[in-house]
């Protein structure tokens, strides 16, 4: 087993989350650095405060993905497992295992989940006190500014609440008014995702456009990214008219476009690019403003290029915790055509599909080490090592809402319109409209964009989200996501190491952790998700 390096959170209720704010220079983009922890009333005061205290708000986002709980959202789904190895890493990877097998750790006490939503309401906590107090601030140099600052809190408020609502439904909303003294009780999903809308738009009338903010301010929420989350929104909640209006508004207003190489994306060289909407900020300047990824998404085996230098310092090594299924790494790169992975740029881009011995042979026959990997997050030269990258990771970008924007044409009957979006990221990826995909019916092409978000998309943690949002979370699992079966029915045996995949029904929810029910006297144990 190999070192992981990981922030810890204790996992407390909302009622308790003290607000921190952080005053932050500016380095290589936006700079998250904790320097100094002040009050809320000291902090905002100026417009000075007001600037240092939501950049503060980002902190927590930059948690949330620079480590094992960026996994909630990949794992657990058709297109990323966890090697069999991890179970024996210790009792908190056999937990981070349980998300993807949803077996008996996949439960309140679960301490990636709790972490996961300890670390959002922190920063809804932070963001409430922006929201609160900005406004109040006299006297302040730039009414814009002051409106925009306000616009990012709130879109980073909508973020963490879109992640709690779609993983654990109704939950507890406390906003800037809100009062503590008998706890706060769940809230239904419904009323959630009315705050969630308000907040973006809000912040898509109040943050600047990405031209106004300039270099200087890369990785600021912007209007672009407010309103992209915003038609996701719209989408998750199957209001397509809504969605196309907010995607048309987004695609021919602000006019979106694409890399026009795809591994550009991931070469660290092309950061905060035209193609990115939002994207969580990075640096080797500060050991704590790095993230480990290909720690996790890595492998120990053996190098993915033949007689490469092999180690913490290369791409490509890493802990083996973090597989891409057969499905991802192999067959829907096969789809339509068993020989379009050849010639599909982001192929190469996404996958190390071998590893190879100091002989130059490949190592396909260790299960799950030699088996093919993610190499989205291999690290640069520029990088100190596995457990430290500068590299930046997306949260937003225009090929997604490409994507988001044929799924929306599609469900509402506009099948051959919802062609062109589709076509456009196809294009990119072969270089050409050779394997552009025709018109076919509504059915159908429901399973191609679902399968073209994975090719896009993979690994950059939207794919549990998108399965539950299209009603395919369960089947979709099962039948791509059960190493165990797999390797039961191919080496016909009767056992097999790798976990058994549990999924069920239950699962289409994620617990409420064990301190929350605990510790906010508004809840208690019966307020528990069903079936855990």
Request: net charge neutral; aromatic share 12%.
């Amino acid at each position: 087993m190999k070192t992981f390096q990981r922030i810890k959170f204790k996992a407390i209720g909302i009622t308790a989350i003290m607000l921190l704010f952080v005053i932050a220079g500016c380095r290589k983009e936006l700079d998250y650095t904790p320097e100094v922890f002040v009050s809320a009333q000291s902090l905002y005061k100026d417009q000075a405060g007001a600037i240092a205290g939501v950049t503060g708000i980002y902190q927590q986002l930059q948690t949330l993905k620079k480590s094992d709980y960026q996994l909630i959202g990949v794992i657990g789904t058709d297109e990323a497992r966890c090697a069999y190895q991890a179970q024996g890493y210790g009792s908190y990877w056999a937990g981070v295992v349980g998300i993807d097998v949803y077996d008996l750790t996949f439960n309140s006490q679960n301490a990636d989940i709790s972490g996961f939503w300890s670390v959002c309401y922190k920063g809804i906590a932070n963001a409430n006190a922006a929201v609160l107090n900005i406004p109040q601030i006299k006297n302040f140099g730039d009414a814009s500014l002051q409106n925009r600052l306000v616009g990012e809190a709130r879109f980073l408020r909508a973020v963490y609440y879109f992640y709690l609502v779609q993983l654990f439904g109704d939950v507890p909303m406390p906003l800037e008014n809100t009062a503590f003294d008998n706890g706060v009780p769940r809230t239904p999903q419904a009323t959630v995702y009315n705050q969630i809308i308000s907040d973006l738009k809000f912040a898509s009338t109040n943050c600047w456009a990405k031209n106004q903010l300039g270099a200087s301010a890369a990785g600021r929420a912007n209007m672009e990214a407010a309103k992209a989350l915003l038609g996701k929104v719209y989408l998750t909640l199957h209001d397509y008219q809504n969605a196309k209006t907010t995607f048309e508004e987004l695609i021919n207003g602000n006019k979106l476009t694409l890399l026009a190489n795809y591994a550009d994306l991931f070469d660290g060289q092309h950061e905060n690019n035209t193609e990115s909407l939002f994207e969580i900020q990075y640096s080797t300047d500060n050991n704590n403003n790095t993230q480990g990824l290909q720690n996790l998404y890595g492998s120990y085996a053996g190098p993915p290029v033949p007689f490469q230098q092999f180690n913490q310092h290369t791409p490509g090594y890493g802990g083996t915790v973090i597989t891409s299924t057969a499905f991802y790494a192999d067959t829907v790169f096969a789809k339509p055509y068993s020989w379009a992975y050849q010639y599909d740029a982001r192929y190469k881009a996404s996958i190390s599909h071998d590893r190879y011995d100091s002989n130059g042979n490949t190592m396909s026959w260790w299960a799950d080490p030699g088996l093919p990997t993610v190499k989205k997050y291999d690290i640069s030269s520029s990088d100190i090592d596995v457990y430290h990258s500068g590299k930046n990771l997306y949260y937003l970008r225009a090929a997604d809402v490409f994507l988001m924007y044929a799924e929306t044409l599609n469900e509402l009957g506009q099948t051959q319109a919802a062609l062109v979006p589709l076509n456009k990221i196809r294009e990119r990826a072969f270089g050409n409209s050779s394997v552009n995909y025709a018109l076919t019916d509504q059915v159908s092409m429901r399973e191609i964009i679902l399968d073209e978000r994975t090719r896009e998309l993979g690994a950059e943690g939207w794919r549990w989200f998108d399965l539950k949002r299209t009603g395919t979370l369960i089947s979709r699992v099962k039948r791509y996501d059960d190493p165990k079966r797999d390797f039961m029915k191919k080496n016909n045996s009767s056992t097999d190491p790798h976990p058994t995949q549990e999924i069920s029904s239950k699962n289409l929810l994620y617990p409420i952790p064990l301190s929350e029910l605990q510790n906010n006297a508004a809840l208690g144990l019966k307020a528990q998700n069903p079936g855990y």
